[in-house]
């Protein structure tokens, strides 16, 4: 049996710039694992942080609501990594081909310097996306990726950027 490529990638961008439809995309196209930093951190840790404090009933729950703490997130997150910045990574790559989400500068460069992931992209929504999120809750900067995808225009043009994205992670101009 030929053995799956296990690919160790980084999809960034602010909120709701269209990281996770990109990460869907590439998972419906080309089998791609994914996993969203937030929900894995969920998981791990913040649900049973946050559960008593906010009444939440599940992990689901609490992703759902991280928008409205999105500053409580990052800082729960960054306290999970402080003994290794790149610890919520190496966790996310044990199982998946993606990591989808980081905010945090320092823990990108731990990454860069740990040479955890082979390519660094960036969703960029800027045009199309009123939202602005704070730098409190996201330090990484579109100049920090490797590659920098458009997500300006339809669903349909995102669909071509992750063809792009699947040439690039595969060392196919």
């Known amino acids: 049996m ?3 490529k296990k690919y160790n990638f980084l999809i960034a961008g602010l909120g709701r710039g269209g990281k996770d439809t990109l990460s ?7 089998g791609i694992t994914f996993q969203s930093s937030s929900y894995a951190a969920a998981e791990i840790f913040i649900y049973d942080l946050m559960k008593d404090v906010y009444g939440y009933d599940s992990v689901q729950e609490c992703f759902d609501d991280r928008h409205n703490h999105r500053d409580l997130w ?3 997150i960054s ?3 402080k003994d290794d910045k790149a610890k919520l990574a190496k966790g996310i790559l044990e199982s998946s081909d993606c990591y ?3 905010r ?3 823990e990108l ?3 860069k310097e740990q040479g955890i992931f082979s390519h660094i992209f960036w969703v960029d929504a800027s045009e199309r996306v009123a939202y602005k999120e704070p730098e409190s809750s996201c330090t990484v900067t579109k ?3 490797d590659y920098v995808i458009n997500n300006n225009g339809t669903l349909k043009d995102l669909e071509h950027m992750a063809d792009i994205v699947w040439g690039i992670i595969n060392d196919k101009p």
């Open 143 to 145: 100049d920090m990726a």
């Open 2 to 4: 030929i053995k799956k």
């Open 104 to 106: 945090s500068r320092e």
């Open 109 to 111: 460069e731990a990454c």
């Open 100 to 102: 989808v989400g980081m």
């Open 24 to 30: 869907e995309i590439l998972r419906d196209k080309y």
């Open 79 to 81: 306290e999970y990594n």
């Open 74 to 76: 990052y800082n729960l």
